[in-house]
């Protein structure tokens, strides 16, 4: 008799994560429980995936004003150059957010931090190593130095969101033939590792993208859904919301190849509440 991967089986999996169980102590209890090999390992697998089939309700996002000056923004201190926008996905390309040695300078805090860059692992919420992603990286905390601190303002008076609900930025370096596969930055609230996802600050509801160079060739961020593609230039960002953590927001993105030279980038990801 074949053995059907049911909701209910799929959600008894995620409650067993979400009590502290491993991925290997469900599959050891559903072989017990008569379950074939192949079958449990692809409901642990499905599990793990998470599937929101209808999409919950909205909430708020940060955002930028354009009905009065739709080519520039003003914050704090410096001004920003609306490039590009579009509102499904709701996407932004800025330029001038850093300065040329604003740039610098993060790259070269980064350096000494570098270490290969993880993806979430959505069984327990915690981070793991993927070939999805190929690139190193620096994690920094909220307001860590002078500079930090300086950006993280500009950022929020950018897109009209409390500089306290953003992650601690993080550097990236992608080197030749590095990248990232298309991916969301939002968590599924289905997944087993979600409630250790939403800890600290809640949904992710947001994602600006900084360059800080311009890779000789390749690189660019894609977003296939739209077939829409931004080039890495020095100085420049793009930024995308996501009110509801499901595809229709139309977010999926990625790193194209890096195909000669390197390419550094600082991502800054944005929660619906305090970031603690």
């Known amino acids: 008799m074949s053995q059907q991967i049911t909701p209910e089986i799929l959600r008894w999996i995620t409650a067993q994560a979400m009590a502290g169980h491993t991925a290997e102590a469900v599959m ?37 004003d354009l009905s009065v000056t739709p080519w520039r923004v003003q914050t704090c201190d ?33 350096r000494p931090r570098l270490s290969r860059s993880p993806t979430i692992d959505n069984w327990n919420g915690g981070d793991e190593v993927s070939d999805a992603r190929t690139s190193e990286g620096a994690f920094f905390e909220p307001g860590e130095s ?4 300086r950006i993280d303002l500009r950022i929020a008076d950018l897109v ?13 370096r992608y080197a030749p033939g590095a990248q990232y596969e298309p991916h969301h930055d939002y968590f599924d609230p289905t ?26 060739k390749g690189g660019s961020t894609t977003f296939p859904d739209v077939g829409f593609d931004v080039a890495p230039i020095k100085g420049n960002a793009v930024f995308f919301s996501y009110s509801r953590p499901h595809p229709i927001t139309r977010t999926l993105h990625g790193g194209a190849p890096v195909i000669e030279g390197e390419k550094w980038v600082a991502t800054k990801w944005l929660r619906e509440r305090p970031f603690a």
Request: proline content about 10%.
């Open 160 to 172: 009209e969101w409390p500089v306290g609900h953003g992650e601690g930025l993080q550097v990236l």
């Open 78 to 110: 410096r001004e920003v150059q609306v490039l590009a926008s579009m509102k499904l996905p709701r996407l932004l390309v800025f330029g001038n957010v850093l300065s040329s040695e604003e740039c610098d300078s993060l790259i070269e805090l980064a």
């Open 28 to 64: 050891q209890a559903m072989l017990a429980g008569g379950w074939h090999d192949d079958v449990a390992r692809s409901a642990i697998e499905r599990a793990k995936r998470g599937s929101l089939k209808e999409p919950p309700p909205p909430m708020p996002v940060p955002g930028v």
């Open 191 to 216: 997944v087993p590792g979600a409630a250790a996802m939403l800890k600290r600050g809640g949904p992710r509801v947001a994602t600006l993208l900084m360059y800080l160079n311009t890779p000789c």
């Open 146 to 149: 002078d500079l930090l601190r």
